[in-house]
């Protein structure tokens, strides 16, 4: 249990939503681990966008995440998604994932609250000095431009989970969007995954088709994520898993992290208790062992109610507790099970 280097995270936990004293020194106590938000798009907006340029460190009342108010909602470790575009070629995603990563590299030279982490040790420094841990995946593999020996290109500039597609088809594999074939993973494909293995990145089956998924199944050797996933049962959306796809997780030792996006949760009325009502559904298929956070803020258009921005995480401790959840239970819910998968893979 790691101490709390100040009053700042209680104050803004008091100020940003009303806890228990037993949810206040849970979520203040707690790892908290958030496996994919898209903010890099707000620091370097797309040219032709039409956005402003955001810098982390200051707070913004425009989109979900920034350092301070990470901080206010307790969260340790940030993955931020290199995602370059809808359907692009891949030089121009490659440029584009490059920038990114420059991007990130200059918000952590000028933050000294943000740390670029590559292992699961840079996370558990940053923790102990009370900072916030910012690790870089890749949200579709065209950056790649079809050569799996590019990975070893993105481990060394950091990058430590990689997804295979984002909705479309790449010569790795098929998105959710490019499934009427009903494709295998490419060559290309398995070889990816076998590299990433090698290197020690973390495998994400979000936005896969589910035909290639079963493919990962069936040939992935280690732990895979989805990292911002819903349960299908709940929610029938085809960018949620099926329960059949939850157990095949858990069976390979993975992680869901549970997405915020209000039309993955419910198709009427997203709530933060609705979305608890996911992981309820995960722990019931897979156990508690298999199931995170995975936001995907400043992804998303709009919110549930009550997670309104990453400074409201902290309600979902206290839906937790309320529905009896135990104090170690809620701490593998909020990280300890993607830092275990963390600890494992990217060492």
Not at 75 to 81: I, L, W
Not at 133 to 144: F, Y
Not at 167 to 191: I, K, Y
Not at 259 to 285: G, W
Request: hydrophobic share 40%; net charge negative.
């Amino acid at each position: 249990m790691r101490d709390n280097p100040g009053e700042d995270l209680t104050i803004g936990l008091r100020r940003i939503h009303e806890m228990s004293e037993e949810a206040l020194r849970i979520h203040r106590e707690a790892i908290v681990v958030d496996t994919h938000c898209d903010t890099l798009l707000r620091v370097l907006p797309p040219l032709g966008s039409g956005r402003r340029a955001t810098r982390l460190g200051e707070r913004s009342r425009e989109g979900h995440i920034d350092l301070p108010r990470l901080k206010e909602g307790g969260v340790d470790c940030q993955v931020f998604a290199i995602y370059t575009g809808f359907r692009p070629n891949p030089p121009d995603a490659l440029l584009r994932a490059l920038q990114l990563v420059t991007a990130f590299e200059r918000e952590c030279d000028e933050n000294e609250e943000l740390v670029k982490a590559e292992s699961y040790r840079d996370i558990m420094r940053a923790v102990e000095e009370g900072k916030v841990a910012g690790l870089l995946s890749l949200e579709g593999a065209e950056p790649l431009m079809g050569d799996p020996k590019m990975i070893w290109i993105f481990h060394r500039l950091g990058v430590r989970m990689i997804s295979l597609t984002w909705n479309w088809r790449n010569p790795f594999a098929d998105g959710l969007a490019a499934s009427r074939a009903e494709s295998r993973l490419t060559e290309l494909g398995v070889e990816a995954i076998k590299e990433m293995e090698r290197l020690g990145i973390i495998l994400d089956v979000s936005h896969l088709s589910d035909s290639c998924f079963w493919d990962v199944v069936e040939v992935a050797e280690k732990p895979f994520i989805a990292s911002h996933s819903n349960c299908r049962a709940l929610c029938d959306h085809p960018r949620n898993l099926t329960d059949d796809m939850i157990k095949a997780i858990a069976d390979h030792g993975g992680v869901i992290g549970m997405n915020f996006a209000p039309m993955f949760i419910h198709r009427e009325k997203a709530t933060l208790e609705r979305l608890i009502d996911h992981i309820d559904h995960v722990v019931e298929v897979a156990g508690i062992d298999h199931v995170g956070l995975g936001s995907d803020f400043d992804g998303i258009g709009s919110t549930p109610e009550g997670l309104e921005d990453v400074s409201k995480i902290p309600g979902i401790t206290e839906e937790l507790l309320r529905r009896g959840y135990s104090e170690e239970e809620i701490r593998k819910i909020l990280g300890e099970n993607h830092l275990r998968i963390f600890r494992e893979i990217i060492g």
